[in-house]
């Protein structure tokens, strides 16, 4: 499996504080994609980056940002948390971005709002 | 837009028995993943398919895609309590790399 490493696995914090979630990859990767995990909705996805400092917007974009300065690593801020950002978030890289290439997903962060 | 619809959502079976986990998407699939996940943890990819007919197996797994490409079944024969877990399906909606998921199967393995 690729080497996606994701941190912090866990965090806490409160509502209007920001929050950088980090992921990072030793695969050399193009692609990176940010994803969140909840009941009732399963994952979807955040945002992707195709290259460096290249992102766009995926389905539930609303209240995040993410910037890509190395291949390596791929950041995902809630720039003022919500309770509804109450999340696991799992990032996810594959070598292109077809559909023929499989994403290999990290461990996953587990992020509560109060 | 594209949905997957995984049957059913949970299932407990008792150990050694075989189980099979659908998942039937809205449109026409251009390539579909199965993926496992345990409690606590990341997704495990297991196969890819994008062939109509294709057929894949891995020790006791074997995933399906319908010649229609809308449907792909996987199938656990003689069921461990290491296949325990949860199963998702996920697809690339318009031949891109944006990953579509189902809402998952629940599997239990009961010794």
């Known amino acids: 499996d690729a080497g996606i490493t994701q941190s912090p696995r866990h965090k806490v914090t409160e509502t209007g504080t920001p929050v950088t979630l980090r992921c990072h990859q030793t695969e050399n990767h193009r692609y990176m994609y940010w994803y969140r995990q909840d009941p009732g909705h399963g994952l979807r996805l955040i945002h992707y980056?195709?290259?460096?400092?290249?992102?766009d917007k995926g389905e539930v974009s609303d209240g995040y940002s993410v910037s890509r300065s190395k291949t390596e690593d791929f950041l995902l801020t809630l720039e003022s948390a919500t309770s509804s950002q109450t999340s696991v978030y799992f990032c996810a890289s594959s070598i292109r971005g077809m559909s023929n290439q499989p994403q290999h997903f990290g461990d996953g962060t587990r992020l509560s709002i109060l | 837009s594209q949905e997957l619809e995984q049957s059913p959502q949970s299932l407990i079976v008792q150990e050694g028995k075989n189980l099979t986990i659908n998942c039937t998407s809205s449109k026409t699939l251009y390539g579909l993943y199965w993926y496992k996940q345990k409690y606590g943890e990341g997704l495990i990819f297991l196969m890819m398919l994008q062939k109509g007919g294709e057929e894949k197996s891995h020790e006791k797994i074997t995933a399906k895609l319908d010649e229609k490409k809308q449907q792909s079944s996987l199938h656990i024969t003689a069921s461990q309590p290491s296949h325990a877990g949860i199963y998702l399906c996920g697809a690339a909606p318009g031949n891109t790399g944006k990953l579509i998921f189902g809402q998952g199967t629940t599997l239990q393995v009961k010794p």
């Open positions: 980056s195709y290259g460096v400092k290249d992102t």
